[in-house]
T-cell receptor, first 114, second 112 residues
Framework: DAGVIQSPRHEVTEMGQEVTLRCKPI?????LFWYRQTMMRGLELLIY????????DSGMPEDRFSAKMPNASFSTLKIQPSEPRDSAVYFC????????????FGSGTQLSVL | DAKTTQPNSMESNEEEPVHLPCNHS???????IHWYRQLPSQGPEYVIH?????VNNRMASLAIAEDRKSSTLILHRATLRDAAVYYC?????????????WGAGTKLIIKP
């Protein structure tokens, strides 16, 4: 398996534009997580899905952020409209369904909002 | 929520053992202790995890205190490639849903 695949690797956009980040989890994994990482706040869980269903989105900053998982092999995180404070590295991770399962992270998307 | 506490940074010499401590005094009986590390410009990667007994794998060893309120990640012979931020995490359930609660991490500096 190629691991968790995220795209794009880097995204530079202007304030007010819509940004869509994409993630392909490892096949067979039941859980998918979206994290955001900044120097100030570290790693923050934004939302996670179990079997394509959003379970906890309490970490989503505000209504400008939305996430979907239309099927087991694809998820998106959308920011509309984007703001400079959204600049961060966004990670997607997936795992199997048990306490004993480890998280596999993608390489991340470096987002810069100018 | 169960939380972990780690030192902000640690230094070690190359080819020497490294002991990275983590306190988790509010851990519950079903919480697994996970360790991940993050190399520069990469996503976190799994290192090791355990519940009650000490664990060994090819990367490291995990020593868990008898009362489970603390644990120590042991790198037996650190190399320059082990320089990273190490996260001690509790994988817990909250209302039957899985949670992964991240600490601030320890930045490990390896001196040649």
């Amino acid at each position: 398996d190629a691991g968790v695949i995220q795209s794009p690797r880097h995204e530079v956009t202007e304030m007010g534009q819509e940004v869509t980040l994409r993630c392909k989890p490892i096949s067979g994994h039941d859980y998918l997580f979206w994290y955001r990482q900044t120097m100030m706040r570290g790693l923050e869980l934004l939302i996670y899905f179990n079997n394509n269903v959003p379970i906890d989105d309490s970490g989503m900053p505000e209504d400008r952020f939305s996430a979907k998982m239309p099927n087991a092999s694809f998820s998106t995180l959308k920011i509309q409209p984007s703001e400079p404070r959204d600049s961060a590295v966004y990670f997607c991770a997936s795992s199997g369904d048990s306490f004993n399962e480890k998280l596999f992270f993608g390489s991340g998307t470096q987002l810069s909002v100018l | 929520d169960a939380k972990t506490t780690q030192p902000n940074s640690m230094e070690s010499n190359e080819e020497e053992p490294v002991h990275l401590p983590c306190n988790h005094s509010t851990i519950s009986g079903t919480d697994y202790i996970h360790w991940y590390r993050q190399l520069p410009s990469q996503g976190p990667e799994y290192v090791i995890h355990g519940l009650t007994s000490n664990v060994n794998n090819r990367m490291a060893s995990l020593a868990i205190a008898e009362d489970r309120k603390s644990s120590t990640l042991i790198l037996h012979r650190a190399t320059l490639r082990d320089a990273a931020v190490y996260y001690c995490i509790l994988r817990a359930t909250l209302d039957s849903n899985y949670q992964l609660i991240w600490g601030a991490g320890t930045k490990l500096i390896i001196k040649p």
